[in-house]
């Protein structure tokens, strides 16, 4: 015990906390003597702490504070200031601590007292402040839904929050002082630790997908928002929000298993479609043979006629209904190739008027062409797009009143598409039922009441194959096709034929 009055007795009970620490030749920072006030700001027991090892005497953030702020104060040769937390939770009222460098007579610093800076009454609002201050960040820190993990410039973890230590199952003592690649998976160690150095150095906000180890060894899939935090004499933390993505991962997965799965049996779909087509299409070509034989040769006549006649419609409604069925597989399946040429946009508008005369005509419904300004060519496979639109057309007229007029439009758009428009004036479809209609297998006749004569059976599809047919052709050509409907006003199918396709010419010559 010191004798009243000596020096060392007035270290010891000065109200002010003070600390003297001894600088090893491998920079082993060990604690000298500790004087009552720094004892109980830290919560230290000084008789067990003398001669003590630095990361003895403090836990591991606050030991490694203590050590950059020794090491920068070394580097400078001149005293420095750092700010330290006393013993948690007791308190959060925050000292400020000066670092002395004290040198030998080599002129090396081999100690550096530790003095806590004195509060004026002019600091003590601001101090205040300070504190308050603090135990709001902490408690955020603590209270906050996502993980947070603090490390240091070498990757030492210094602060990790609560959330974190609930969501993945460990402790802060297993954690603190640590390297961060403690909770990384073995493999990944190397291209962590390069990643991590990369950060430091340039100090650029990253967001990665990332992997962590659980307490328990399992591995969560995290997704990882990492910032720089430089804090004084430049020592560099970097702060790392985790969030826990792996049941979200574990859903992707489940989906993209399920839309495989959902392409496989769409395509098994499709060849069971092509083959139910070609088995039915054979005895219905023999029907139809023999149907027209029947009727060459013997001359029927009365009630026999009309029967045979309605055979024959019937057999070649079914006979359309099936190439319509095979050619959506045949698309489904990736097994159509298109022949394309350079098309002529108002020859093929007059090819498809010639087509759908005689079925315009029988409804009274004249049919029109337009073409607005000088057109260019489009590279497309004519048979197919024909095809669509005489599908089109042919749905038009089934939808038009008697008398009606359909017009057949194309021209151009300002983002380089070229439109062709099928409008007519007919009742329109309801807009609930827009895309429903170019969907396969859709009784586009629900709930209308229509009378559908079997000679009409080639415009008339209950099943209303001529909209996806055509859809799936203009999709072939990485074309687009919409609808715009309103009830009792009319419809607007549209094809929109991308630029991609657009062979520019002037008069006869192509560019």
Sequence with gaps: ????????????????????????????????????????????DREISINKDIREVFDPVKSEHFKQAFQTCIKNSQPATINALPKLPDSLNVQAF?????????????LIDVVAKPITADSGYLKRERDDALQLLTSLFDATGMGIIITDHLGNIMRVNNTFLDN??????????????????????????????SFIKKGQQEEIEARIIHKDGSIANVFLTTT???????????????????????????????????????????????????????PLNAIIALSELIRDESKPSGKAKEYLVDILHSARYTMDLINDVLNIAK?????????????????????????MEEFAKDASIKIRTELEGDLDLICVDKRLIEQALINIVANAIKFSSHGGEITMRAYALNN???????????????????REITEPFVNIEE???????????????????????????VELHTAKLSIDSREAVGTKVYIDIPPSRVICYTGDRLK
Excluded: C
């Design 1 to 44: 015990m010191p004798k009243p009055g000596t020096y060392h007795e007035i270290f010891l009970q000065s109200p002010i906390a003070r600390m003297l620490f001894a600088i090893s030749e491998d920079n082993v920072f060990s604690l000298t003597e500790i004087n009552n006030a720094a004892s109980e700001y830290f919560g230290i």
């Design 98 to 110: 000066i670092l002395n460098p004290i040198f030998d007579e080599a002129n090396k610093i081999s």
């Design 168 to 197: 993945f199952g460990w402790r802060k003592d297993d954690l603190l002082g640590e390297d961060f690649t403690t909770i990384i998976p073995a493999e990944e160690y190397k291209t962590a630790k390069k990643r991590y150095n």
């Design 228 to 282: 720089l935090l430089e804090l004084s004499q430049k020592r560099k933390f970097m702060v790392s929000t985790i969030r826990d993505i792996t049941d979200q991962k574990a859903i992707i997965s489940q989906l993209r298993i399920a839309r495989n799965k959902a392409k496989s049996a769409n395509k098994a779909k499709s060849t069971f479609l092509a083959s139910m087509s070609r088995e039915l299409s054979n």
């Design 331 to 355: 698309i489904e399946a990736g097994n159509i190739t298109l022949s394309e040429s350079n098309v002529d946009i108002n020859e093929m508008f007059e090819q498809v008027s010639i087509i």
């Design 416 to 434: 380089g598409y070229i439109r062709l428009s099928v409008e007519d004036k007919g009742r329109g479809i309801n807009k609930n039922k827009i």
């Design 447 to 473: 709930n209308n009441n229509l009378d559908v004569s079997l000679k009409d059976h080639s415009l008339k599809r209950e099943t209303g194959m001529g909209l996806p047919m055509a859809k799936s052709i």
